[in-house]
């Protein structure tokens, strides 16, 4: 089973910007979707984008975050990334990265500050 392991996480200002990376243990070609989360403290689990393999890469995102975040997926390099950018203090989370099988990884964690 594939392994997602996330990093790339920190302490930013407002406004600022981070791009996550989720780097795979083995190849990500025929993982059908990889999913980013976050959890805030207190808060449930929330789908931050879902992104598709394919020759083209169907991205999805949670209208919190739709304009400010960008995913990607670089096949080569097995790694899946989360550009973040217009960040705001309600961006503070750990951010998952997760095949549909796989297994919950550690997680990054993003912190925002005003």
């Known amino acids: 089973q594939v392994q997602l392991v996330e990093s790339g996480g920190g302490l930013v200002q407002a406004g600022g910007s981070l791009r996550l990376s989720c780097v795979a243990s083995?190849?990500?070609?025929?993982?059908?979707?990889i999913y980013w989360y976050r959890q805030a403290p207190g808060k449930q689990r929330e789908l931050v984008a879902a992104?598709?393999?394919?020759?083209?890469?169907?991205?999805d995102y949670a209208d919190s975050v739709k304009g400010r975040f960008t995913c990607s997926r670089d096949n080569a390099k097995n790694t899946v990334y989360l550009q973040m950018n217009s960040l705001k203090p309600e961006d503070t989370a750990v951010y998952y990265c997760?095949?549909?099988?796989?297994?919950w990884g550690r997680g990054t964690q993003v912190t925002v500050s005003s």
């Open positions: 997760k095949s549909p099988s796989g297994p």
């Open positions: 083995g190849s990500i070609v025929s993982i059908s979707v």
């Open positions: 992104i598709s393999s394919g020759s083209v890469n169907y991205v």
